[in-house]
């Protein structure tokens, strides 16, 4: 190689170092750039599962409201146990005549028999076993099917100061007592029960009982979207 030539290679390389030593902090600072930009790609993908993760665990907490269920309606039934609906009111009359003594059991005693007429007031409140209403509820057809039982007699009172004398005659060592009262009471609540029944009140009490019923299961929240259907027990 000639020195003409010698001196044209130096400078090449001369030139070409100055060249790359000029493009030196360009490249690093498409390096440094290049590095930034994949940080922040990794920041965003942290901070996206992070939030994932955040979302999840609230939903966790965060429990969905109970839509309307068995359960649920039965709970409101708690607060009513015998549900009294009719309250039949009544007053009556009856005469009761006692046979009189007998002798050595066989021989009537003459004079002995006993009779009296008292008036009374009673009341017979009849209802339903509220534990014993039967619930479906349907969550896809949106309907609650409630099933009445048959109505019973609560209580049935003849209070004391609702018994007057109308007539009494005693026999001859044989006086009207305690025992010929309770047991014409007895007699009587009997009486009236089975005219209470002729009056169709259990029957009523049992209606009334579903409309009251009714009326405090659609005061649940949520229930306007469903449709009852109220049923009655034979």
Same mark, same amino acid.
């Given at each position: 190689?000639?020195?003409?030539?010698? $001196?044209?290679?130096?400078?090449?390389?001369?030139?070409?170092?100055?060249? !790359?030593?000029?493009?030196?902090?360009?490249?690093?600072?498409? /390096?440094?750039?290049?590095?930034?930009?994949?940080?922040?790609?990794?920041?965003?993908?942290?901070?996206?599962?992070?939030?994932?993760?955040?979302?999840?665990?609230?939903?966790? /907490?965060?429990?969905?409201?109970?839509?309307? =269920?068995?359960?649920?309606?039965?709970?409101?039934?708690?607060?009513?146990? #015998?549900? $009294?609906?009719?309250?039949?009111?009544? =007053?009556?009359?009856? &005469?009761? @005549?006692?046979?009189?003594?007998?002798?050595?059991?066989?021989?009537?005693?003459?004079?002995?028999?006993?009779?009296?007429? +008292?008036?009374?007031?009673? $009341?017979? &409140?009849?209802?339903? #076993?509220?534990?014993?209403?039967?619930?479906?509820?349907?969550? +896809?057809?949106?309907?609650? =099917?409630?099933?009445?039982?048959?109505?019973?007699?609560?209580?049935?009172?003849?209070?004391?100061?609702?018994?007057?004398?109308?007539? !009494?005659?005693?026999?001859?060592?044989?006086?009207?007592?305690?025992?010929?009262? =309770?047991?014409?009471?007895?007699?009587?609540? #009997? &009486? /009236?029960?089975?005219?209470?029944?002729?009056? #169709?009140?259990?029957?009523?009490?049992? @209606?009334?009982?579903?409309?009251?019923?009714?009326?405090?299961?659609?005061?649940?929240?949520? /229930? !306007?979207?469903?449709?009852? @259907?109220?049923?009655?027990? &034979?």
């Amino acid at each position: 190689m000639s020195k003409k030539h010698k $001196v044209q290679a130096r400078q090449a390389v001369r030139e070409r170092d100055l060249s !790359e030593s000029a493009d030196a902090p360009r490249r690093r600072n498409r /390096m440094f750039r290049a590095r930034m930009f994949q940080g922040f790609l990794l920041a965003v993908a942290v901070l996206a599962a992070l939030l994932v993760a955040a979302i999840a665990s609230q939903a966790d /907490m965060v429990q969905p409201e109970p839509g309307i =269920t068995s359960e649920l309606l039965r709970e409101q039934l708690e607060y009513v146990r #015998d549900l $009294v609906t009719v309250e039949y009111h009544y =007053t009556d009359a009856d &005469k009761q @005549e006692l046979p009189g003594k007998k002798l050595f059991n066989t021989i009537p005693v003459p004079w002995t028999k006993k009779a009296f007429i +008292i008036s009374y007031d009673g $009341v017979i &409140k009849y209802g339903v #076993d509220v534990s014993q209403v039967s619930l479906s509820v349907n969550g +896809i057809a949106k309907t609650v =099917t409630v099933e009445i039982p048959r109505a019973k007699i609560i209580s049935h009172e003849i209070p004391e100061e609702g018994f007057r004398v109308l007539y !009494e005659s005693n026999g001859l060592f044989n006086k009207i007592n305690i025992d010929d009262v =309770t047991m014409f009471r007895m007699t009587q609540k #009997d &009486k /009236m029960e089975n005219r209470a029944e002729e009056l #169709d009140m259990p029957q009523k009490a049992q @209606e009334q009982s579903g409309e009251a019923i009714s009326a405090l299961l659609r005061a649940v929240p949520g /229930m !306007e979207e469903y449709t009852l @259907e109220v049923e009655y027990a &034979k």
